[in-house]
């Protein structure tokens, strides 16, 4: 995961002048992070002579007013960074002694026997005095402003390796006596520069390091064995880092090789030993206390189409020098699954196909064939009926006493003139008879069929009388 912080951190520390101090940067991660430190926006390095960046931490030696401000240790991992923060005051006992001799009033001012407010030297634009270490090559120029303001109006005098500069090597002039020019720089040029600014209540100094260097003609170097293979799972998160020697700041850029038959798919490709490459964003190159440089990438989410080779690309206006690495991506573990077919008919075998319609027809055919050979059978009572022999559907049951006999003989025309007769006998004739008959007999019959899976056919017939 992400370096973390392992313990508690004093944000604010103070040091005396000419004193060591430690700060540390209690970090820990897995893997372990990479530490980098920086003072004002500004990373320190190997040129920082009495900076020194340990395991635990940073060590300064010989503290000077200068060193105060605001530090950062930034540790870094393949999966995030963290950050811890310190402010840096420096205490001046001698500063602070001259300054008792006079009576301090409101606001930090002071003020003398005859009432005059004075006020002690300050830096008006610190803004500008933040980049206190300073690489340029021969030939070149610079400026070091120490811009000041104080009552009375405060004097500053220039010194290089704590000596005094001569009015030609300062090329004093009024109107800029608070910068220090220094043009066609020579190797002998480099040292420490110090501005001093003073006045009656107070002073205060700055110093600048100035490093002159000497052109070189050889191309950036990559150290180290990055950057290496790497296997990532589906959907993680993996970097490769690449390490590079350089007498000036190199551009590191990140190249991913592109398939052949896929250059349609990218705007632009560049030919890097014979091969096409895309070009990939690039993030901040680290500075790193040996001199060298680091960058890194950083692979999130990884998919099948990030797989490949990738290649750190080193470049100075001397040349450039690259190193490949090959990325595996392992397959989803979990696939998206098939979709569904709409249909499972056409994953039945054709016979079945076949057969399930015409054994349909089949029976069918066989149920309306046995049904028209039962209209031609002659019907018994219904209530001698065996269970399983179905009525015929041309017999008429008419409910005449208790043995509901049934009249078989005569169809339903006849059948219904032999009730109107009776009728209009009137009761006198069939006393027994009267109060079974109907005026109308019959009003509905349908017949119901009945298939059994033992192959047995049932038939029932109902018929509806209505008074």
């Not at 940067?25 to 020194?52: A, N, Q, Y």
Request: aromatic share 8%.
């Amino acid at each position: 995961g992400p370096p973390r912080v392992a313990d508690k951190v004093i944000h604010r520390q103070s040091v005396r002048l000419g004193r060591t101090i430690k700060l540390p940067c209690p970090v820990e991660g897995d893997p372990p992070p990479l530490t980098m430190w920086m003072k004002d926006g500004r990373t320190i390095h190997s040129g920082w002579t009495r900076f020194r960046i340990l395991q635990q931490g940073l060590k300064i030696k010989e503290v000077e007013s200068e060193d105060a401000g605001t530090y950062i240790c930034k540790a870094t991992n393949g999966f995030g960074s963290t950050n811890v923060n310190y402010t840096l005051i420096v205490i001046d006992d001698a500063s602070s002694g001259k300054d008792s001799q006079v009576p301090e009033g409101s606001n930090g001012e002071y003020e003398d026997h005859s009432g005059k407010q004075w006020a002690r030297p300050r830096f008006t634009q610190p803004a500008k005095m933040r980049r206190r270490v300073i690489a340029r090559p021969v030939g070149s120029s610079i400026r070091l402003k120490c811009v000041a303001s104080g009552n009375p109006r405060p004097d500053i005098t220039w010194l290089k390796d704590n000596k005094p500069l001569t009015p030609q090597e300062i090329g004093e002039n009024k109107k800029k006596k608070w910068t220090l020019n220094l043009k066609n720089l020579k190797p002998e040029d480099s040292g420490k520069y110090t501005c001093r600014v003073f006045n009656k209540v107070g002073e205060i100094n700055a110093t600048y390091k100035v490093e002159v260097i000497q052109r070189t003609r050889s191309k950036p170097i990559l150290t180290g064995t990055h950057p290496v293979n790497t296997t990532v799972d589906y959907g993680g998160t993996t970097s490769f880092q690449c390490k590079v020697r350089s007498d000036v700041k190199p551009v590191i850029q990140w190249l991913k090789r592109v398939e052949y038959g896929t250059e349609s798919k990218y705007n632009s490709t560049i030919d890097v030993g014979g091969q096409k490459f895309v070009v990939l964003p690039t993030g901040e190159v680290w500075s790193r206390p040996d001199g060298s440089y680091l960058n890194k990438l950083m692979i999130t989410r990884a998919k099948e189409e990030d797989a490949g080779m990738y290649i750190c690309l080193g470049a100075n206006t001397m040349g450039y020098s690259f190193r490949s690495a090959f990325l595996t991506v392992l397959p989803d573990p979990k696939p998206p699954s098939a979709p569904v077919p709409p249909s499972s008919a056409s994953s039945l075998p054709w016979p079945v196909i076949i057969g399930i319609p015409a054994g349909a027809v089949f029976i069918f055919g066989t149920i309306l064939l046995w049904l028209c050979q039962t209209k031609k059978k002659p019907c018994s009572p219904p209530a001698a009926a065996p269970a399983h022999r179905p009525p015929p559907r041309d017999r008429i049951c008419v409910p005449q006493g208790p043995d509901k006999d049934c009249i078989s003989s005569i169809n339903y025309e006849e059948y219904v003139a032999q009730q109107q007769h009776l009728l209009s006998q009137g009761p006198a004739l069939a006393p027994a008879m009267a109060s079974k008959m109907y005026p109308k007999i019959y009003t509905d019959i349908h017949t119901h069929t009945h298939s059994h899976v033992e192959g047995k056919v049932h038939q029932h017939q109902h018929i509806q009388y209505q008074c």
